[in-house]
């Protein structure tokens, strides 16, 4: 895989670390659990589209485009790291964003990621839930387009082969990370939604013939939707990438249990995995994404899915941003660990 055919614009801070969580480890009592913090990807408050958008934002410099554009639910991260490399790069941005959770709470509304859109000079509009997202977007460039502009625009989560490149990079980065640290590593798990991170991690993980079994935890589709989404991603991006059939259908495992009532809702466990995680670790989870991908790992390791002498590598794809959209949730209850232990 050599990644400098394409191009890219560096502007991620990697690598990210890979660190040992001990004290969630042993409040478990599981397996030797461990952290790849690409929540520090960096890119106003970082996460998993930052190393998407360094190949999708250089096609659209490539391009020679002068407005990008996206779309993602109310508190997308996409969305906000989407406007922080239009600002970089001095491009305009232009976000549409999906109301699919109909939270009423002003902070869901306007604080978080909403706020930083607009903070990053991004311009946005609303949509109602359970439109088809994509159509939407290329509905309103066609306007931008009839008026003159240059529009380059990214689907939802950044998700398509460009985008799953940087996941197929970041795979070859924990493999050489893990093999200077000396750490065997047993399983890799993470929150997957618009299926780009597993589909880029897949493919870069059997290219290199790393042999780790990769673990997706799912936030929003049923388990055979999301992993065909994920097949199909990982197909094409090994045909970018110059190694078609790399990735079976085998390689491809999501574990869609701990979605709850649905995308953007947070569960109980998911609530009480980002207490567990800020209160053990000091690390920030987030409501939507991150926050279900523990509580996977956490409900897993208790039932005994991992050995004790494993390595699990839980990969943190960010989204902290978003809970200052979420505070409804937690609402006055601060003790829900203590209440679970
Ligand atoms: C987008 C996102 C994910 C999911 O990654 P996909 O590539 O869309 O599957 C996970 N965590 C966070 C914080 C995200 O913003």
């Known amino acids: 895989m050599h990644f400098s055919r394409f191009p890219r614009v560096h502007l991620a801070h990697l690598p990210t670390a890979l660190e ?39 096609e659209a410099s490539a391009q020679g485009a002068d ?111 893990a093999n200077a640290m000396g750490l065997r590593i047993d399983r890799i798990v993470h929150a997957t939604g618009s299926a780009g991170t597993q589909a880029g991690l897949v493919v870069g993980l059997k290219a290199i013939n790393a042999n780790i079994p990769l673990l997706g935890i799912g936030v929003r589709a049923p388990k055979p939707t999301q992993e065909e989404n994920v097949y199909n991603l990982a197909i094409a991006t090994a045909e970018k990438l110059g190694c078609p ?26 609530l009480q ?8 670790e000091g690390v920030l989870l987030d409501p939507v994404y991150s926050g279900k991908g523990a509580a996977g790992l956490i409900d897993l390791t208790r039932k005994g899915e991992f050995s004790h002498d494993e390595n699990v590598v839980f990969l943190h794809t960010g989204g902290a941003a978003a809970l200052f959209g979420y505070t409804h949730a937690f609402g006055d209850d601060t003790s829900i660990m203590q209440a679970a232990e």
């Open 245 to 270: 059939g790399v990735v079976s259908r085998d390689d491809i495992v999501a574990n869609t249990d701990y979605v709850g009532e649905g995308y953007g809702i947070p569960t109980p466990e998911c």
């Open 20 to 58: 040992p969580m001990d004290r969630l480890s042993k409040a478990l009592g599981g397996p030797r659990i461990w952290i790849k913090r690409d929540d520090c990807t960096g890119m106003s408050t970082g996460g998993n589209k930052t190393r998407k958008l360094e190949f999708l934002m250089a």
């Open 67 to 177: 407005l990008v554009m996206t779309q993602g639910a109310t508190q997308s991260n996409h969305a906000r790291q989407t406007a922080a490399f239009a600002a970089r790069m001095g491009m305009a941005c232009h976000i549409l964003l999906e109301d699919r959770t109909g939270f009423k709470d002003p902070n869901y509304n306007n604080n978080g990621n909403v706020f930083l859109n607009y903070l990053h000079g991004a311009t946005a509009e609303m949509r109602p839930g359970g439109l088809d997202m994509n159509a939407e977007m290329e509905a309103v460039a066609e306007t931008f387009r009839a008026n003159g502009r240059s529009v380059y625009t990214i689907p939802g989560g950044g998700s398509n082969a460009t985008g799953a490149l940087g996941y197929a990079n970041a795979a070859m980065e924990i493999v050489q990370q």
């Open 273 to 280: 995995a980002i207490e567990m995680f800020a209160r053990l």
